[in-house]
């Protein structure tokens, strides 16, 4: 099948690697521009870009794809480039901009078979940027994958297939993704085989919830909360943004931590503890009080321009000790 992809991310170029191996034709590529990254805030391309590049695929990089807009130009470039590719169909996967009816339009021509998308949730549970995080944060017990044929609204259109995955108990973002994107790409090249035998569903409007873009700013451990749900949002935001705490002023990052049952005296000492305060430090970590009277084993911590440690080596070098307190406002005014 002769295609249009547009992606941004290793996600979707996970999904462009196993269409361009089975044999599908990629007539054009979309994906955002180069974005400056790394310690010298360089211009750097795409994962999608960069696999595009090394198989001589042809790339566009529209800053907005309204006709109307700022930058009607691009718009106007890429839409007679998607004319002059003749595709089949258009495969999108988190590409990042909003696809105008212009494009819908364009797919869905005599012999075409539309746009699809690939989906990192179980729709409709979660519509909207980061499925995968807020699936973690929330405490889904599973997740998985949608291919969805779209439609003008964001991630509302008609479901064609489908397939669940469970959560580990210490799934992070970073591991879940990478099955996601796997699962992903496998349900498109299957989808694509043979998109006359798909039997398209209608989204329930029950159950929808959106999922936000991540931000930095909601980074900072609120040590109130209890203390599953303080390791649900490090697991959720590793390896973006990474949940912060605050120790004298410093901040740190906390990539490791699971919810504990105290032993007897951290039991007693817990109820008499302010929420961040230390209470143990052992062969399990720091444990830390939390709120509701629960604990919070953190097992790996960062300090700004250094690497994840284990906690065991990062005290080999910074003092730690029962009684110190993490502090949330030190992680805010740092951010």
Not at 52 to 65: E, I, K
Not at 317 to 323: I, N, T
Request: hydrophobic share 45%.
């Amino acid at each position: 099948m002769r295609l249009v992809f547009a992606g941004t991310p290793e996600f979707a170029r996970v999904a462009l690697a196993q269409l361009h191996a089975a044999g599908h034709e990629i007539a054009l590529v979309l994906t955002q521009p180069d974005r400056p990254a790394g310690r010298g805030m360089r211009l750097q391309p795409s994962a999608v870009k960069q696999f595009a590049q090394g198989r001589q695929l042809p790339v566009a990089q529209p800053t907005s794809l309204r006709l109307d807009g700022k930058f009607g130009m691009e718009a106007l470039a890429v839409k007679e480039r998607i004319a002059q590719a003749r595709a089949d169909a258009m495969v999108v996967v988190a590409y990042g901009l909003l696809l105008p009816q212009w494009i819908l339009d364009a797919m869905a021509g005599p012999g075409q078979w539309g746009c699809f998308n690939i989906h990192a949730s179980l729709l409709p549970r979660w519509r909207g940027a980061a499925p995968i995080h807020r699936a973690i944060e929330a405490g889904d017990p599973e997740s998985g994958v949608t291919i969805m044929q779209m439609d003008a609204g964001l991630d509302t259109g008609p479901m064609l297939l489908q397939e669940r995955i469970a959560i580990g108990p210490h799934a992070s973002t970073a591991q879940l993704h990478d099955e996601l994107a796997a699962l992903g790409a496998r349900l498109m090249v299957q989808a694509l085989a043979n998109p006359a035998a798909l039997l398209a569903r209608r989204q329930s409007e029950q159950g929808v919830s959106y999922a936000q873009k991540i931000g930095k700013s909601e980074a900072a451990i609120d040590w109130h909360q209890h203390a599953e749900q303080i390791a649900r949002k490090v697991r959720a935001f590793d390896p973006f943004p990474g949940a912060s705490t605050g120790l004298g002023g410093e901040t740190l990052k906390v990539w490791g931590a699971k919810a504990v049952v105290p032993n007897p005296s951290e039991r007693l000492a817990v109820g008499q503890a302010r929420p961040g305060q230390i209470l143990a430090t052992d062969l399990r970590g720091l444990v830390v009080a939390a709120g509701e009277g629960t604990c919070l084993c953190i097992t790996h911590l960062q300090r700004p321009g250094g690497k994840r440690l284990a906690v065991a080596d990062y005290l080999q070098g910074h003092a730690l000790a029962p009684g110190q307190c993490f502090d949330r406002s030190a992680v805010q005014a740092g951010t």
